[in-house]
T-cell receptor, first 116, second 115 residues
Framework: AQTVTQSQPEMSVQEAETVTLSCTYDTSESNYYLFWYKQPPSRQMILVIRQEAYKQQNATENRFSVNFQKAAKSFSLKISDSQLGDTAMYFCAFMKRPFGNEKLTFGTGTRLTIIP | DTAVSQTPKYLVTQMGNDKSIKCEQNLGHDTMYWYKQDSKKFLKIMFSYNNKELIINETVPNRFSPKSPDKAHLNLHINSLELGDSAVYFC??????????????FGPGTRLTVL
């Protein structure tokens, strides 16, 4: 069974600064997907970024980027130029093959607060 | 244009009652899911359906019964509600693996409160 660990229950950072959220996972699978989801106070789950394990290049989406270290089973999220709207719970999630039918296994989340 | 919708968004009911939550997706996806988020914000899979067929059933009490009348709809019926069923329930649908951009898209959630 896969497990996902987020060791930072809460973080806070000043607006415009850069923050990194950590995530580690455990699996015996060789190919899989990793995701970061954002849950603002509205409770909507929003996909932030995804990474397929066989791709060596780290994914980026505007101000969001990941540091994917497959051997270390680490998948951290970097938020650059943080904005007040980034305040949310952030969940790291894992999905194994077959990708269209498989469940997401979530970490326990990191509550991020952006301070004005 | 709502991609994944759920009704109702809030549900308050008494212990012992039976209730249903409905989910619809207009993304054309074949696979749909129910997740439960507890009071500590932990999200866990309950069920998944692929084209109306049950794929995943994760040790959920028999009081919970999903129903998929067609691949765009996945409803969740809960019998004999208990206090511990209070949670936020999320419906989601998944892009097919052949799309090359795998992801699950979530509905807005239904906050269920059992009194």
């Amino acid at each position: 069974a896969q497990t996902v660990t987020q060791s930072q229950p809460e973080m806070s950072v000043q607006e415009a600064e850069t923050v990194t959220l950590s995530c580690t996972y455990d699996t015996s699978e060789s190919n899989y997907y990793l995701f970061w989801y954002k849950q603002p106070p509205s409770r909507q789950m929003i996909l932030v970024i995804r990474q397929e394990a066989y791709k060596q290049q780290n994914a980026t989406e505007n101000r969001f980027s990941v540091n994917f270290q497959k051997a270390a089973k680490s998948f951290s999220l970097k938020i650059s130029d943080s904005q007040l709207g980034d305040t949310a719970m952030y969940f790291c999630a894992f999905m194994k093959r077959p990708f269209g039918n498989e469940k997401l296994t979530f970490g326990t989340g990191t509550r991020l607060t952006i301070i004005p | 244009d709502t991609a994944v919708s759920q009704t109702p968004k809030y549900l308050v009911t008494q212990m012992g009652n039976d209730k249903s939550i409905k989910c619809e997706q207009n993304l054309g996806h074949d696979t749909m899911y129910w997740y439960k988020q507890d009071s500590k914000k932990f999200l866990k899979i309950m069920f998944s359906y692929n084209n109306k067929e049950l794929i995943i059933n994760e040790t959920v009490p028999n009081r919970f019964s999903p129903k998929s009348p067609d691949k765009a709809h996945l409803n969740l019926h809960i019998n004999s509600l208990e206090l511990g069923d209070s949670a936020v329930y999320f419906c989601a649908s998944s892009t097919p693996s052949a799309s090359g951009r795998v992801a699950q898209f979530f509905g807005p959630g239904t906050r269920l409160t059992v009194l």
